[in-house]
Nanobody
Framework: QVQLVESGGGLVQAGGSLRLSCAASGLFFGSRAMGWFRQAPGKEREFVASIIYWSGSSKYYTDSVKGRFTISRDNAKNTVYLQMNSLKSEDTAVYYC???????????????????WGQGTQVTVSS
């Protein structure tokens, strides 16, 4: 049974930092590209960041988080991370990690491409 479990969310002041983790089990993690999405209240879920399989050498970010967020992976720990710095109130959302098979780097991930999802972790940024 495949599981993706996010953690690390919480309440932080604007300008602060959080690091989200997504621990995977039940799948060959190294062979999977991974992504982070978020859903703010009253809005549709949106792509945030992606990282290619194995080396994780290729990453892609939505424009609104470039320079502030960093995605990384540790294949030995079956975990993908999202380091979030200089947080803004507009970053408030539930953050989800997702796993997918086929992915060519250098573009956003689309939801339909993802075959496994985590349950989400709440990030609240107070201004």
């Amino acid at each position: 049974q495949v599981q993706l479990v996010e953690s690390g969310g919480g309440l932080v002041q604007a300008g602060g930092s959080l690091r989200l983790s997504c621990a995977a089990s039940g799948l060959f993690f190294g062979s999977r590209a991974m992504g982070w999405f978020r859903q703010a209240p009253g809005k549709e879920r949106e792509f945030v960041a992606s990282i290619i399989y194995w080396s994780g050498s290729s990453k892609y970010y939505t424009d609104s988080v470039k320079g502030r967020f960093t995605i990384s992976r540790d294949n030995a720990k079956n975990t993908v991370y999202l380091q979030m710095n200089s947080l803004k109130s507009e970053d408030t959302a539930v953050y989800y990690c997702a796993a997918l098979k086929a992915y060519n780097s250098g573009r956003p991930i689309f939801e339909y491409e993802c075959d496994y999802w985590g349950q989400g972790t709440q990030v609240t940024v107070s201004s």
